[in-house]
């Protein structure tokens, strides 16, 4: 064969060996692998990219009859049902036998398992084939990122009784996992949801095989149940009432006296709950607010990033923020009920990121622009509330604050 003269012809010189595979769940990994690279190369809304290749495979490879042709038409039919035209797919006379079995399988078995911090969540759901001939049975494993909304991770791959009893004994030896039991239907619910924010990213996760395994575990979720009623909504961020009541109720808890908040006054009780409202906000930029999940890696995010590009902080701010954060995260740790263990490692990776959050707050490094204008303009004296002020200002220091060089 010449070289590939279409996107289509290059697809199915990759699968000129489908129809000699062993059984459909070879040939549909086959084919998940090849629409992985349509989904990965997709600069935004990369399901509709994949469903859009398809119906144009199919259509422009409607006269093929060879084995590999009709075959892996079949296996793309299989995948992506929605793609215009899959539903008219018909075997040819040199598919092999096993296509016939192609995604006709059953569900086994679900469970979760995550960290207590509630950092991420993995769904492992197990699969068999309704007759042997198409292929042994499987495990679909798919990892949530809760801190940026994402499904960040998919594996495909057995013996599935093994996969299990390795993910079991990880979570038995390990007192910050948990695992147990799950619905099927949460299972479609949360991965779908989180699927949906993944295929919108112009840049996916650099490790992993999410990208060819993603046609599969698409196929494999349309055979889960789905939730009865309304799928519940994600966490609202707070009130300003509940805010409030979450601040004092707070600040009268064994940690914050620990840490000697509940004995602050005069000006610095201003840069006390300055700090509170920072922590609050951080919690509600996530995509489930939750002002109680705190872990080591939140509160990375939080000191050494976040706040740095978000909010213009002075002395006493900065001095204070540490303490204040600490604090918090032992009380969250304490409501959430959290081994003590989990509280430790959170207080004491807090406590290890002061230096570097020291540092970036004295070279201001990852301050964004507007933060940056706002540190200047605090720094040169200038009231905020005096437009008058702000304004002559701003006509001063338009050289950096625009790109325009006048």
Known sequence: MGTPQTPYDAVLHAARDVAKLDNALDAEMLGAALLGSVYSVAETERDAAVRDFVAGFLAATSRRRSAAATTIRSVFAALVPDAEGAGRVRPGAATPAWAAQLSRVHLTGCWSYGDVYGDQTSYLATFAYDDPAGGSAHAVVTLLDHNIGITKDVFVGGPPDRILDQVRQMCSGDELTWFRDEEPARMRTEVTRHLAITDGLTELPGEGSLATDRALLGARLALLPRAAGVAPAPAEPLSAAERTDLVRRFLASPEAARFGLD?????????????????????????????????????????????????????????????????????????????????????????????????????????SPATAAVAQLMADGVDPDDPAALNAWIEANRHRLTDDPA
């Open 263 to 367: 004995a602050i006054d005069g000006a610095e009780l201003a840069s006390l709950h300055f700090c509170l409202s920072l922590l609050l906000d951080h919690a509600a930029s996530f995509p489930d607010a939750d002002p109680m999940r705190w872990s080591p890696t939140v509160a990375g995010l939080f000191l050494l990033d976040w706040v740095h590009r978000r909010a213009v902080l002075d002395m006493d701010d900065a001095a204070l923020l540490p303490r204040v954060l600490r604090a918090w995260a032992g009380y969250a740790a304490r409501k959430r009920g959290l081994p003590e263990q989990a509280a430790t490692q959170t207080d004491t990776a807090i406590e290890e990121m002061v230096p570097e959050f020291a540092r970036l707050y004295s070279t201001g490094e990852r301050r």
